[in-house]
């Protein structure tokens, strides 16, 4: 079964919420040409109403795409494993999707629970824990992850905030505290495991981060519980210029103790960037190719976007969800274009003296990505993330399972 991952990503509309991204659109994959450069960027901000994602431009890279070493098992394959993040500010309509499509997944994680400055872990102020939520996904034989996030709450500032991270990961002690809170948390209400989703990490933190992933694993998986990690994306280790969180992250290492790697493969292009796609398929091409020569293929989960963003030429770009975009077209009935290179759909429309330009994700742009993954045996997906989605997405899904 394919692992839809159903989060409550970085972020608004559809933005990425408190942690991450969203949609795609159309036509079957053309061959892929490398590109140049790839632009890898970090997420900054969140907004607890409607929580999005900015990020920072980072330097370019260019990188030559490898073959994974043969134990590391990638077959070209159908879907296998799907996850969907439930995030909490859209709960109800993301619970609702998951019901009308339990049958193509295997995993949910839910988005309740920050990191606290004093090293805590709380749900959001907004959030709801529902029990029926997991007491359903279990009677489906879904498996429920709870994700925590170090993406502060309003109240304490609303970014990502490596310090706390700092304060449960640097210290044997402060390690194990943390560790039996979570390992209690999973307990409480009955996860099957944690997903660990600590973003904008610093370089320094590597070590730690790393030990305190291992330690984590051992201790989940004594109580029969998973792990799962969100991954920043990136195309090579140690790379100086990388200041997305990314370099926090040795996926080589990571890949041995965590049951699942998450990688967040979108926000190409983001809130303060220009205009462009969210994930195109030759940047998520590049990304996956290094991403198989390090971590082993039952443990990469592929994120897919199901969201858009809206610029304009005032300011900050808007998340859209699908359901946003298709009152934009309807309200402005735009021509909508289908972009070859990186296999989606985009639009431009006026309102008032104000010009939009709008990128988005949808099924057609998702069925140009699974032709890749397919091609690539990454066909373990995590889709970011449930809630006013094109739902012609999970049709696919099922065809290609």
């Known amino acids: 079964m394919l692992i839809i991952l159903l989060i409550v990503e970085l972020f608004a509309g559809f933005v990425i919420g408190g942690t991450y991204l969203y949609l795609r659109f159309r036509a079957p994959i053309t061959p892929i040409t490398p590109v140049a450069n790839v632009t890898i960027h970090k997420p900054i901000n969140y907004n607890p109403q409607r929580p999005t994602k900015k990020q920072d431009n980072q330097s370019n890279k260019t990188t030559n795409l490898s073959s994974p070493p043969s134990q590391i098992l990638y ?12 995030p909490y500010w859209d709960q109800q309509a993301a619970f609702s999707s998951f019901k009308k499509n339990v049958d193509v997944f295997d995993f949910t994680s839910i988005f309740w629970y920050v990191l606290r400055s004093n090293g805590t872990i709380k749900k959001y102020p907004y959030a709801v824990e529902d029990p029926s939520i997991i007491k359903f996904a279990h009677s489906k034989n879904v498996k429920v992850l709870a994700l925590i996030a170090n993406l502060p709450a309003e109240d304490e500032g609303g970014n990502w905030d490596s310090e706390r991270v700092d304060k449960v990961i640097k210290t044997s002690t402060a390690r194990q505290k943390h560790i039996a809170d979570l390992v209690a948390l999973t307990k409480r209400l009955g996860f099957d495991g944690i997903n660990i989703d600590y973003e904008a990490l610093r370089a320094d933190q590597k070590s730690n981060f790393s030990l305190f ?9 004594k109580n029969n519980k998973l792990l799962a990690v969100a991954l920043h994306p990136k195309l090579e280790e140690n790379n100086p210029q990388y200041s997305n969180g990314s370099e926090a992250q ?19 292009h983001w809130e303060t960037s220009e205009p462009g796609p969210i994930a195109s398929v030759p940047w998520v091409s590049l990304i996956l190719n290094y991403a198989r020569s390090v971590i082993p293929g039952n443990k990469l989960f592929v994120g897919v976007p199901m969201y858009g963003y809206d610029w ?16 934009l077209i309807k309200k402005y009935k735009p021509k909508i274009s289908w972009d070859s290179n990186s296999q989606s759909n985009h639009f431009t429309y006026k309102a008032g003296s104000i010009t939009h330009t709008v990128w988005y994700e949808d099924n057609a742009s998702f069925k140009a990505k699974l032709d890749l993954f397919k091609r690539l045996g990454t066909t373990n997906l995590a889709f970011w993330r449930l809630g006013h989605e094109d739902t012609h997405i999970w049709t696919t899904v099922r065809n290609s399972k």
Not at 75 to 86: D, H, M, R, Y
Not at 313 to 327: E, K, P
């Open 250 to 268: 040795d996926w080589k290492e990571l890949g041995k103790y965590a049951d699942q790697l998450h990688l967040m493969t979108y926000e190409e």
């Open 312 to 327: 304009n030429s005032s300011g900050i770009a808007n998340g859209l969800t699908y359901q946003d975009v298709l009152t």
């Open 213 to 221: 992933i291992k330690e984590l694993a051992t201790a989940l998986h």
């Open 75 to 86: 077959e070209t394959a159908n879907t296998k494993e799907v996850l969907g993040w439930i």
